[in-house]
């Protein structure tokens, strides 16, 4: 049982946007940044999101993130087929004294 | 360009030792300004961080390994190493490692692509 709590699905047609969301507790998403990362398989997994909502260079503008207070959500407009994809969110939680991520949402382009 | 791989045994045997490197190629492991993890993701199940190196050798581990888990450093191969002991068919999963930037929230920001370890005899 993951830390964080994501949807273990998504869906959505092309040209749609989806939104995930990330539930965490004071120790984690509440006191800490949230990351996201999205994975295919067979390929290195890739940052799309951090500090809650910044975009590493390369990352299309149609990925955002957004929080408050212990939830988190990742946003993605315009909806592509290759947005097919695993999507985690994760973040530092202090009684852990590590990170912890949500359990994946795996995101079906329709 | 940075680049980290993964590299070890595919194939382990109960109570016995897992290990794996990552070589990082585009970047010092001993810069200063970033970190290492390890991460695993077991068949099916979501990420699970395994624990953090500093360029110093320093190290932090999940709680839930940490009896079990050595994380290493060779900076004259650029290249730091995983240790998982006495380990259970629960410990089959891939196998990732990842930098840590500082400078994006602590984000990992570049991964390897991951190796896919099985525990069985």
């Known amino acids: 049982q993951s830390v964080l709590t994501q949807p273990p699905s998504a869906s959505g047609t092309p040209g749609q946007k989806v939104t995930i969301s990330c539930s965490g507790s004071s120790s984690n998403i509440g006191s800490h940044t949230v990351n996201w990362y999205q994975l295919l398989p067979g390929t290195a997994p890739k940052l799309l999101i951090y500090t809650d909502n910044q975009r590493p260079s390369g990352v299309p503008g149609r990925f955002s993130g957004s929080k408050s207070g212990t939830s988190a959500a990742l946003a993605i407009g315009g909806l592509q087929s290759e947005d097919e994809a695993d999507y985690y969110c994760a973040a530092w939680d202090d009684s852990l004294n590590g990170w912890v991520f949500g359990g994946g949402t795996k995101l079906t382009v329709l | 360009q940075v680049q980290l791989q993964e590299s070890g045994p595919g194939l382990v045997k109960p109570s016995q030792t897992l290990s794996l490197s990552c070589t990082v190629s585009?970047?010092?492991?001993?810069?200063?300004?970033?970190?290492w993890s390890w991460i695993r993701q077991p068949a099916g199940q979501g990420l699970e961080w395994i624990g953090r190196l500093y360029s110093n050798g320093s190290t932090n581990y999940t709680p839930s390994l940490k009896s079990r888990v050595t994380i290493s450093i060779d900076t004259s191969k650029n290249l730091f190493s995983l240790d998982l002991t006495s380990v259970t068919a629960a410990d089959t999963a891939i196998y990732y490692c990842a930098r840590v930037s500082g400078f994006r929230g602590h984000a990992f920001d570049i991964w390897g692509q991951g190796a896919m370890v099985t525990v069985s005899s």
């Open positions: 585009g970047a010092s492991i001993s810069s200063n300004r970033y970190y």
